[in-house]
């Protein structure tokens, strides 16, 4: 994958830096959707999504932010995971 592969939203965010979009690059393949379902129940990922009921422009910043958080604790997967909720 190249940058330019990476959704507009994610590249356009201002979350990531050209490091940590080159890092999500090196992903061998995106997350499925059902993979990403599955993750959207994990107890940290609730508690996120639930504190922004009614607020999707804060709630997609937020999940961007744990996205880059992810990738500095080399959690690749898991950023993409939460990014495209």
Request: glycine letters at 4%; proline letters at 6%.
């Amino acid at each position: 994958m190249v940058i330019d592969d990476i959704p507009e939203f994610i590249r356009e965010s201002g979350v990531f830096n050209s490091d940590q979009l080159h890092r999500l690059a090196t992903i061998a393949r995106v997350p499925t959707p059902m993979e990403i379902d599955d993750f959207a129940y994990e107890p940290e990922i609730q508690e996120l999504l639930n504190a922004f009921i009614g607020d999707p422009q804060t709630r997609r910043t937020h999940q961007l932010q744990q996205a880059r958080a992810f990738l500095l604790e080399g959690r690749v997967t898991d950023a993409w995971k939460i990014a495209l909720l």
